[in-house]
């Protein structure tokens, strides 16, 4: 898919997000309602979009989904690597929260939508896989990283981390991948069934998306020059990063092109949540998502011609 039609794509999932803005501003979206609507896409939309994405379509071999892990776990390394240097270059006051929003894009509620619009369904099933590190450090070093080191040292800290770590989404991640591996791809009525309620998923995140941004300042969010630089190297720098060093290791076009623009993504909002939990200021991780949400309608399509 060329340029024109990237952009293009992105300018359709646009639309649902500035209606969902301005849904907002007319008091039909926002509160109470965007909090439940969120729990029903994160628990139950999203976990069906996933587990259906193995269905009706040729499943790959097991050591490309396989390679597909490893090379994915890869990308994130290096991705945490880049988020816990890259705050303290720019002197970040609050650089565990600058390194979240370098380290974790929004995988669930915008990446597989976008996923799914610009690289076909077959994405999707990759993205569930490719994801699966995701999960695994969002929920503790990504803790880590906004809370820091809780009194009870590090094995509290694992122990938290592995109740946060269980959630829908991980849970049909792994059962795509077990699934996938071992070539089951029909689940016949029931995957119909799972196929309607998960096509509920794009339309119900872009809307959330727009309005949770009708919250914000225009003028706050684009007032911190640190908050650029992080959300730079959220859309375009690591994304780069993890193109020029996986792209001789990939074994398909597809496997790198999920990699690299599942990194792509604005910033994950569950950051928002940590900082809120652990008494932090969230503004870093809220100025980086209202930087990175309009400016990937122009990065991402950049990264898709890249790739």
């Not at 896409?41 to 071999?61: A, D, F, K, Q, Y």
């Amino acid at each position: 898919m060329g340029f024109i039609e990237t952009a293009l794509q992105m300018v359709t999932l646009a639309i649902p997000i500035l209606i969902g803005y301005v849904a907002h501003k007319l008091g039909f979206l926002g509160g109470d309602f965007d909090s439940a609507l969120s729990k029903l896409v994160i628990n139950i939309t999203l976990p069906c979009m996933i587990l259906v994405s193995v269905c009706g379509r040729e499943l790959p071999p097991a050591t490309e989904l396989l390679q597909l892990l490893a090379l994915s776990a890869a990308g994130y390394v290096m991705a945490v690597i880049v988020a816990l240097i890259a705050p303290r270059l720019i002197r970040a006051p609050e650089s565990g929260a600058y390194s979240f929003v370098i380290a974790f894009g929004n995988v669930g509620f915008i990446g597989f939508p976008v996923l799914n619009a610009v690289l076909g369904p077959d994405a999707v099933l990759y993205a569930a896989i490719a994801n699966i590190p995701w999960y695994i450090l969002s929920s503790s070093i990504g803790v880590l990283m906004i809370s820091g080191l809780p009194e009870g040292g590090l094995a509290k800290a694992l122990r938290a981390s592995a109740k946060r770590l269980v959630s829908p989404m991980l849970v049909a991640s792994l059962i795509v991948l077990a699934f996938a591996l071992v070539g089951i791809n029909d689940f016949g009525v029931v995957g119909d069934g799972l196929s309607n309620v998960g096509a509920f998923t794009t339309p119900a995140a872009l809307l959330i998306c727009g309005s949770s941004l009708a919250n914000y300042s225009a003028r706050e969010m684009l007032s911190n020059w640190r908050a650029y630089v992080a959300t730079a190297l959220r859309l375009v720098g690591v994304p780069l990063l993890l193109f020029a060093t996986l792209r001789g290791f990939a074994a398909t076009p597809l496997i790198l092109s999920v990699i690299v623009l599942g990194q792509a993504m604005p910033v994950a909002t569950n950051g928002i949540l940590y900082c809120l939990m652990y008494g932090m200021d969230a503004k870093p991780v809220m100025q980086g998502m209202f930087l990175s949400v309009f400016a990937s309608i122009l990065t991402i399509p950049l990264m898709a011609l890249i790739v």
